[in-house]
């Protein structure tokens, strides 16, 4: 594809320098539909990226626009801050009959403000107010936020010093895998929880992504996860999952933990909640934990009613026959099937990939081919990003709405990005 030179001057001059985005696709998008990008010169691309796990359902949906505009065309609240609203009730409605009773979840719905990093703050407010506890322990290479608690969370140094002031009351513990099954789970966490020398506080809460995107797509066995929520309850710690980019149906079921089998205290939601790429965000927690006064959280864009209308149109549509699931899971066999191809043809290079449901990551020894591999996928008409520390892996976000064709097509031209940078 050839792409002639766009003009940026506007962007270069006048916009920060902190973007990061449009330096690795250097085009000017006009529009989007389904699972395809459009620039201002016509040139198509297809999306693997799905507004880094914000579009599940796709750009524009068809059904969700239509809710959207219908609402929009009778003059319904845009802003409400956290007003009782029609639009509120009906998602509130939605996601309790279509979401939380079929899964016997009995989850208080907060609405923290409009992005993920809102939802973890309340979750880190609101286990500190429970326990009366300060320290909070996560995982390596966590990913939870830009704000200076959910930096506090976050294992990346890059994103970490950008606060520029200490980080504290958050303790790192080793990942599922991190020290290659060579330590048996949960050792070196236990044991400090044991000792009253070892100089770390009694927890609030610990966060966990079952999957970590931003941290290279390091997948959590089940069965870790179970013990990790076993040694919670057993040393009186909340568990906070953080489902923000893993959640909506991105691994196969609705939350990400559900195959697991266990049910955290917290859970925090946003990015495709809304089904429409509108800024919302959901803190979910048991009931006992409702601590909160009124008015001790809150912000004043948490009640974004045209997103509220999306949201229930998009719970509607694809979660109340269980086909969005079925579907994830065989679109992800699809996927795992094309990314086996591209490493026994390139096993000499060291590649290996990983995932669940339609989140898949791509690495090799050398650890900046990834980012290679993502810039020439861009030439190709192909939008992927890298994750990871050290931005080593490829990382495949489709939307759960894309085609097996469109699979197949996205696929492909992986294999030739990959191929042609080798």
């Given at each position: 594809m050839t792409i002639t030179q766009p003009d940026l001057s506007v962007f270069e001059t006048l916009e920060s320098e902190v973007r990061s985005y449009c330096r690795s696709w250097p085009t000017v998008f006009d529009r989007a539909q389904g699972s395809r990008m459009y620039d201002e010169d016509g040139h198509t691309y297809l999306d693997f990226f799905a507004g880094a796990g914000s579009l599940n359902y796709g750009h524009n949906n068809p059904v969700l626009k239509r809710a959207l505009i219908d609402y929009i065309e009778r003059d319904g609240v845009t802003h409400g801050l956290d007003m009782s609203t029609t639009a509120k009730r009906a998602f509130l409605e939605s996601f309790q009959?279509?979401?939380?009773?079929?899964?016997d979840l009995p989850y208080k719905v907060m609405f923290p403000g409009p992005t993920g990093t809102n939802a973890v703050e309340s979750a880190l407010k609101l286990a500190r107010k429970v326990k009366g506890r300060e320290s909070i322990v996560s995982f390596t290479n966590a990913f939870h936020g830009m704000s200076l608690g959910s930096l506090a969370v976050t294992g990346n140094a890059f994103k970490r010093a950008g606060a520029g002031i200490p980080l504290v009351?958050?303790?790192?513990?080793?990942?599922?895998?991190?020290l290659d099954g060579r330590v048996p789970d949960f050792l070196w966490f236990e044991r400090l929880l044991q000792d009253q020398g070892s100089g770390l506080n009694q927890p609030a809460a610990v966060i966990v992504e079952t999957v970590q995107g931003e941290g290279g797509i390091n997948v959590a066995r089940a069965?870790?996860?179970?013990?990790?929520?076993?040694?919670?309850?057993?040393?009186?710690?909340?568990?906070?999952?953080?489902?923000?980019?893993?959640?909506?149906?991105?691994?196969?079921?609705?939350?990400?933990?559900?195959?697991?089998?266990?049910?955290?205290?917290?859970?925090?939601?946003?990015?495709?909640?809304?089904?429409?790429?509108?800024?919302?965000?959901?803190?979910?927690?048991?009931?006992?934990?409702?601590?909160?006064?009124?008015?001790?959280?809150?912000?004043?864009?948490?009640?974004?009613?045209?997103?509220?209308?999306?949201?229930?149109?998009?719970?509607?549509?694809?979660?109340?026959?269980?086909?969005?699931?079925?579907?994830?899971?065989?679109r992800g066999e699809q996927v795992e099937q094309g990314l086996r191809a591209i490493c026994d043809e390139h096993a000499r290079?060291?590649?290996?990939?990983?995932?669940?449901?339609?989140?898949?990551?791509?690495?090799?020894t050398d650890k900046t081919r990834a980012t290679a591999i993502a810039r020439r996928a861009f030439e190709l008409g192909l939008l992927i990003e890298t994750s990871g520390p050290e931005s080593e892996v490829v990382k495949l976000l489709p939307a759960l709405t894309i085609t097996p064709d469109e699979l197949d097509e996205g696929l492909r031209t992986l294999a030739r990005a990959v191929r042609e940078t080798a």
């Open positions: 009959n279509t979401i939380l009773r079929p899964r009351h958050g303790t790192p513990m080793p990942f599922d895998n991190y069965e870790w996860l179970r013990e990790l929520a076993a040694l919670c309850k057993r040393r009186d710690m909340l568990l906070i999952v953080d489902d923000i980019q893993m959640g909506c149906g991105r691994t196969g079921a609705f939350f990400s933990f559900e195959e697991a089998g266990f049910v955290p205290d917290i859970v925090t939601v946003s990015k495709s909640i809304s089904g429409y790429g509108l800024p919302m965000a959901l803190t979910l927690f048991k009931p006992e934990l409702d601590v909160w006064e009124p008015g001790e959280h809150n912000g004043t864009f948490r009640g974004n009613n045209p997103a509220f209308v999306t949201a229930a149109a998009a719970l509607e549509t694809y979660w109340a026959d269980g086909m969005m699931e079925k579907q994830t899971l065989a290079l060291g590649a290996e990939y990983r995932g669940r449901g339609l989140v898949w990551g791509l690495e090799f």
